[in-house]
C-alpha cells in the first residue's frame, strides 16, 4: 500500500531516520572481526550506543501510532481491531519470511522469533491496550509489566544467577513454547534475545512513543514542554542506573532497567531534535534523515534483504559477493574503519533507494 502520510511531524521524523540509519550501519559491518565497540552491542549486562538502536525502533513505532490511532478510533472497535491484528500479521510475516531466506533450510529448523516479529508483537500489545484501555490503566500495566517480568527472572530464574545466560528464566520457556530448533543460536546456545517472556517489556518502549508522541503534538511550543520531557529522561536514566545495581541493564534479556534507560535517552535526543529543529529552525540537515523516516519499515526490510542477496550470491565457490566486496574494503581500508565504512556504504545505499520513492512521492506502509 502506498500513501502519503496526512500529517507529519518534522523532529519525529528525523528521530526515526537517525534510528534506521544508524541501525543499517551496525547491522551491516563488512566483517563482524573488526568492530568498533561502540558499534556492536554489549556481551551480555551493560550498554553500548549500539544497544539504543531497538528500542528506539519501537519507540518511534509508537510515535508513529499517535498520529494514526485517532484515524482509526473514529471508525470504531472493528476498524481498530482489524487493522491491528492485520498490520501485526503481515510484519510478523515479513520477519519470518526473512529469516527463512533463501528457503535453503526446512521450516523445522527456522527460527520464528525476531526482530520485525517482536516489532509486530509490541504494536499489537500496545494498540489494544490503548484503544481499549484509559490512560491511567495503561501506565498501570506498564509498571506492572516491568515489575513483573523483574519478579519473574528472579524467582524463576537460577537460584543465586537469575540473570545470566544459561540460568535465566526467559530460556526455559522459549525451549518449552518454540523449541530449541526454532530459536536463535548466536550466544553459543540456544536462547532467543527476542524470545516470548522478554518482548513484554518490549511493550513499554511502544508505550513510551505513543504518549510522548501525544505530549509533543499538544504542548511543542511550550518551553516548558521541552524541560518535562528532558526532566522526565534524565529521571528514568538515574532510575535506570539504581535499578541496574539489583537488575541489570541487559539488551539481550530487555530487563526493565534497560527500558527506562533507552526511554529515558530517546526522550532527551528527541528533546534535542525539537529544540534544534523547532527551536533554532536549523532544518536544512534535516532532508537527509526524513528521506529514511518517512519509509522506515520498508527499509528495514530492504536492508535485510540486500545483507541476504549478497550472502548467497556466490562470485567464486568459496566466495560471496558480501565477503568479495569486505576484501576489497579491507585491502585498502583495514581494520574497524574498513568495516565502518562497508556499514555506511550499505547504509547509504538503502538510502538512494528511499530517495528515489521520495522523489515520486511513494511511501510505503502495511
Known sequence: MTEQPAKRFLPLDVFRGMTVCFMIVVNTPGTWKF????????????????????????????????????KYEAKGNRAVLLKTLKRTAIIFFIGFMLLWLPFNKTL?????????????????GASLMIHYLPRKAVIALSVIFLLGYWAILYFFGAPGDPYSLQGNAVLPLDRLLLGEAHMYKGEGIPFDPEGILSTIPAV??????????????????KNEALGKLAGAGVALIALAQLWNVVFPINKKLWTSSYVLQTVGIDLLILVA?????????????????????????????????LVIAMLHTYVAADTNVYRFLNERVQSVFP????????????????????????????????
Open 108 to 124: 523445522d529448523h527456522t527460527r520464528i522469533p525476531g526482530v520485525l516479529q517482536r516489532i509486530a508483537l509490541c504494536y499489537c
Open 335 to 366: 581494520g574497524e574503519f574498513g568495516s565502518l565504512l562497508f556499514g555506511i556504504v550499505a547504509m547509504l545505499l538503502c538510502w538512494g533507494i528511499c530517495k528515489i520513492l521520495d522523489w515520486k512521492k511513494i511511501y510505503i506502509k502495511v
Open 273 to 305: 531534535l525539537i529544540a534544534v529543529i523547532d527551536r533554532l529552525h536549523w532544518v536544512k540537515w534535516t532532508e537527509f534523515f526524513t528521506v529514511f523516516g518517512k519509509n522506515t519499515l520498508f527499509i528495514y526490510v530492504v536492508s535485510d534483504l
Open 204 to 221: 513499554v518502549n511502544v508505550i513510551a512513543g505513543y504518549y510522548t508522541g501525544c505530549f509533543v503534538q499538544k504542548h511543542a511550543e
Open 35 to 70: 568492530v568498533y565497540p561502540p558499534l556492536d552491542h554489549a556481551k551480555w549486562h551493560g550498554f553500548t550506543p549500539t544497544d539504543l538502536v531497538f528500542p528506539s525502533f519501537l519507540f518511534a513505532v509508537g510515535n508513529a501510532l499517535s498520529f494514526t490511532m485517532s
